[in-house]
């Protein structure tokens, strides 16, 4: 499992970064997860087909997670996608896109693609070949079913992707070792995510959601000695589970 951060964003715009969005590469296909703005940009930046991606996984509707999925949407009819397309989102937002997209004057009955809205059900794997992708609700939005985390496993590894929370005890539920933690701290800090992660026996840590102005290497500082290795991600940058 191959990770590529293509937005590594807080929720204000930046200039440096586009805002949160991985590219995830299995053994049984390619993902995206979350599509802030820039997704679409971020994608042809680094030479991803538009076509390559099997389908989209939506944390939560924040716009600096979700408000790429527009533009993105009208790249793939753009490129003549001819794939079917699934796209998992919240409760609500599931039975509302069609009508976003009518706002836009997109249609997508007219497209060459088979579009699939698909609402999460949390707890709830989605698997393709080995590939499994489990939704874990994380408090981050008041109403049930409206904000995930997300537990990612192949060939017996796991990483798990916080996406915006608010606190990180929800995800003891993962179970099995996590070889990977992606964590975001912007609603978070770096001391919560080390404290966890040592508590939980994961040693490696990738940080993104990364406001502007961070001070890295005050952060890094913060790193125990031996047993934890922690990074902060640029976009661009990949990761092998």
Known sequence: MKITFVGTASGRTSAERAASCLYVETGSGNFLIDAGDGAARGIVRLGIPFHAVGA??????????????IPLLQQF??????????????????????????????????WPFDLRLTRWETGVPVRTGNFEIRPLENGHLPARGESFSFILREGGKQCVYTADVDGLGHLRKAGGRTDLLISECTHIG?????????ENN???????????????DSEMKKIPD???????ARDGDTVTV
Do not use: C, N, Q
């Open 56 to 69: 989209l996984f939506i944390s939560h509707m924040h716009p600096d997670h979700a408000s790429g999925l």
């Open 77 to 110: 009819y753009l490129a003549e996608r001819t794939d079917p397309l699934t796209v998992y989102l919240p409760a609500s937002a599931a039975g509302k896109m069609e009508d976003l997209l009518s706002l836009f004057w997109m249609d997508s009955r007219k």
């Open 190 to 198: 770096v001391d919560d995510i080390l404290r966890f992660s040592v």
């Open 202 to 216: 994961i040693s490696r840590i990738v940080v993104t959601h990364i406001p502007d102005g961070t001070d890295t």
């Open 226 to 232: 031996g047993g934890v290795t922690l990074r902060f």
